[in-house]
């Protein structure tokens, strides 16, 4: 049973708008949630975070939003840009655990 | 160097072999993981390792066997593996599992079984 899901494998953008990646969980214990980026032949690196205190934390272009009670969280990128493009992956924790469950991934695309 | 470093990057290995990979982290964290990524699967965590102590195994076979000698190295021992278990092995390392905060991943050791 996958916690973690990214039900959207891939997602296409025009360059300077708005990109919305989404992730949903099933474990109520997750108390800690982290966005990360892959490129090919790299390993993933790290984005932004949030913890379950919070329902927004924002970082540049980057804004991450949890809503707890739909045990969803997404990630918005304003503007868009080509070099964004990328695989994106949530990852879910519970406090005190060792454990990062990372979602199966969403292929972004920024079109120039 | 800094980071998280991962050797070889790729690997071909037939089902008998016996091979190492290898993994450095030069951020003075505390806690090491393997990882595996498998094509169209999410990242699948095989182990932990917290001060060089192995506390969590998420029922791994024993073809593969860690080994962590200091808080810096990390090796995962291969043996008599399966064609299935060609994915991306990657490396993580963190300053403390106990407390969530950011992985910081190698670049990954391409594993492929023939």
């Known amino acids: 049973d996958q916690q973690v899901k990214q039900n959207s494998p891939s997602l296409s953008v025009q360059e300077g708008r708005i990109s919305i990646l989404n992730c949903d969980y099933t474990?109520?214990?997750?108390?800690?949630f982290l966005w990360y980026k892959k490129y090919p032949a790299e390993g993933p690196t790290f984005l932004i975070s949030?913890?379950?205190?919070?329902d927004k934390n924002e970082d540049g272009r980057f804004t991450v939003f949890l809503n707890k009670s739909a045990k969803h969280l997404s990630l918005h990128i304003v503007p868009s840009q080509p070099g964004d493009s990328a695989v994106y992956f949530c990852a879910a924790s519970a406090l005190g655990t060792y454990k990062y469950i990372f979602g199966t991934g969403t292929r972004l695309k920024v079109l120039a | 160097e800094t980071g998280v470093t991962q050797t070889p990057r790729h690997l071909v290995m037939g089902m008998t072999n016996k091979k190492s990979l290898k993994c450095e982290q030069h951020l003075g964290h505390n806690a090491m993981y393997w990882y595996k990524q498998s094509a169209k699967k999410p990242l699948e965590l095989m182990f932990v390792y917290n001060f060089k102590e192995q506390t969590e195994n998420n029922s791994v076979p024993s073809r593969f066997s860690p080994e962590c000698p200091n808080s810096s190295h990390l090796f995962l021992h291969l043996h008599t593996l399966q064609p299935e278990d060609s994915a991306l092995y990657l490396c993580?390392?963190?300053?403390?599992?106990?407390?969530?905060?950011?992985?910081?991943f190698g670049e990954g050791s391409r594993l492929t079984v023939l």
């Open positions: 993580a390392s963190s300053q403390d599992p106990r407390v969530p905060g950011e992985l910081f």
């Open positions: 949030i913890s379950s205190i919070k």
């Open positions: 474990n109520s214990m997750f108390d800690y």
